[in-house]
């Protein structure tokens, strides 16, 4: 046999005596009594990563040379460890999320205990932490069974008395202590005055005699309330149908799924054209702005240019400084005296009623407004002597 095969089973012993070592010294340090120190701490679950649960150096008498000395770690059999040593502030802190639910279950109280070693010389401190509850989840209901592909009705015969028992809400809270106390309520029903909930037990139950009056489909919806702080709520609803026989329920509650399938086609609807009208909104608000800016800029652009501006001057207008671009041309010559019967005109009739004249030394401009008939036919007027 070869030395190899000779030397492989001794490393094999050796590996197992190291990874039992560490065991077997806390099981001799547990039956020895050499426990130095024991620190139990009560924190709430959910808390965030880093918080701070203890100073451990301080409420073990410990100071920190003592910790970097004796190189202090936590020693543990869980897979996971929810807690972390910073041996630079003595101080324990949160390592991983901690779920008193998925931690212990049902379990009360719920906690989950280490141990702090030390050596130079061997030092043991067991520590203990006990886990609070939070209001972290809602109440479950297990009956009656939600669910949207079928009906479920309980039915009341019409000859049912006064306390007759309809069926009964069931409902589990995975808290714990009064966090998982829950309550019920009638939210809603068809009719309140024919059917009352257990506070306590969920039970439903008719508080009057049922007559031939009463609706056939009956909606309950109940309100399910634990007791933590903020409180937590679950629904549920419940069909009833008030008959004496199948064929008249099967009949009559055919009607709530389509009922259902309505609401959620109306509710689809209304979603839809709300969201059609806001984008139609959105659009014309947009397309608005985009004009006026449009229109801001041409201007700004028309301000700011400098090309020449060519005149326009309407048809049947008179051009006095000769540019030739008006069809005609008046002149008038007038000698006037001090009296002005006496004067002389030279008139030239023209062919339009309406003239502008330009006067050359200035830059406005005169339209005539009355006709060549209006003018002969004042008294005052120069002209009339020459008629």
Sequence with gaps: MSSEGFLQPKCVRWRLCCGLRWQVLLFLLYFSHIVSGQIRYSIPEEMKKGSLIGNVAQD????MKRLRAGRARIVTGE??????????????VVSERIDREQLCGD????????????????????????IQDQNDNAPQVLYPVQTSSSLVAEMVPRSADVGYLVAKVVAVDVDSGQNAWLSYKLQKATDRALFEVGLQNGEIRTIRQVTDKDAVKQRLTVVVEDNGQPSRSATVNVNVAVADSFPEVLSEFTDFTHDKEYNDNLTFYLVLALAVVSFLFITCLAVIISVKIYRWRQSRVLYHSSLPVIPYYPPRYADTLGTGTLQHVYNYEVCRTTDSRKSDCKFVRPSSQNVLIMDPSSTGTMQRMQSEQNILDEPDSPLEDLV
């Design 107 to 130: 379990v009360t109280p719920c906690s989950f205990r280490f141990e702090i070693l030390l050596e130079n010389p061997i030092e043991l401190h067991r520590i203990t932490i006990f």
């Design 79 to 92: 897979s996971i460890q929810y807690t972390e040593l910073k041996t630079d502030k003595g101080i324990l």
């Design 60 to 63: 073990l008498g410990l100071d």
